[in-house]
């Protein structure tokens, strides 16, 4: 796709789950699982503070213990299983589809997502959006999940035409927020909890309570 430059950015970064997509994902209970999971094997500690951590801060924490691809593998499958299952029946944010219609032609546009490459494929097929992006970059492509700015990373890389700061990325989540920052790259928080960014040192050059405001903020 041609891409037509406006102002400062020309590529913008997606999260996936809550951003673009109405996520059906129990989050809470795939943290749990994972998180049981890792105290069975011993990888953590009985008292582990779960409510401190995300899901991929627990997977982390267990692979900066020096766990086994095994392991490792194990807890993707739990999280493989949460994703398809809450990816069915997925539907879209508010003016998802107005706000890429508007974008599509100008931006290189890019999925960031700790889901499983397949799974957000699948996703995003299902909801007829797929076409709209330039490049999926699931978990198969990151050293580490979000927050690390594994993801981000890499994407730039897939375009060296454009410097890191002529990115932005659109996310939900301080773990979203933290990515970008730590890539270098712009972030534009979507709804979520402004305590949850302030906390974890994430500061947004903008707040946005519906997707076609982002058009403003680029």
């Not at 897939?158 to 659109?170: A, C, G, K, M, N």
């Not at 939900?172 to 712009?186: E, K, N, P």
């Amino acid at each position: 796709m041609a891409v037509e430059r406006k102002g400062s950015v020309r590529g913008i970064m997606f999260d996936m789950d809550n951003t673009l997509l109405k996520s059906n994902i129990d989050f809470a209970a795939m943290k749990q699982e994972i998180a049981r999971f890792f105290i069975s094997e011993r990888v953590l500690p009985e008292d582990f503070s779960i409510h401190q951590h995300t899901t991929s801060t627990i997977i982390e924490h267990a692979k900066q213990q020096g766990i086994s691809d095994s392991l490792y593998q194990a807890a993707m499958d739990i999280a493989s299983h949460y994703e398809i299952i809450g990816m069915d029946g997925a539907d879209l944010e508010e003016h998802a589809r107005e706000l890429l219609d508007l974008l599509v032609h100008r931006y290189v546009l890019v999925i960031v997502t700790n889901n499983a490459q397949e799974a957000a494929r699948i996703a995003l097929e299902t909801t007829s959006i797929a076409s709209y992006f330039h490049m999926i970059v699931g978990r198969e492509q990151m050293q580490s999940l979000k927050p690390s700015p594994s993801g981000c990373d890499y994407a730039t890389r897939q375009f060296p035409e454009l410097s890191p700061e002529e990115w932005v990325f659109v996310g939900d989540s301080w773990i979203d927020g933290r990515a970008a920052t730590d890539a270098g790259v712009l972030f534009i928080h979507y709804v979520s909890h402004q305590q949850d960014l302030a906390e974890k040192g994430v500061v947004p050059i903008a707040e946005i309570s519906d997707l076609l405001d982002l058009v403003r903020h680029i």
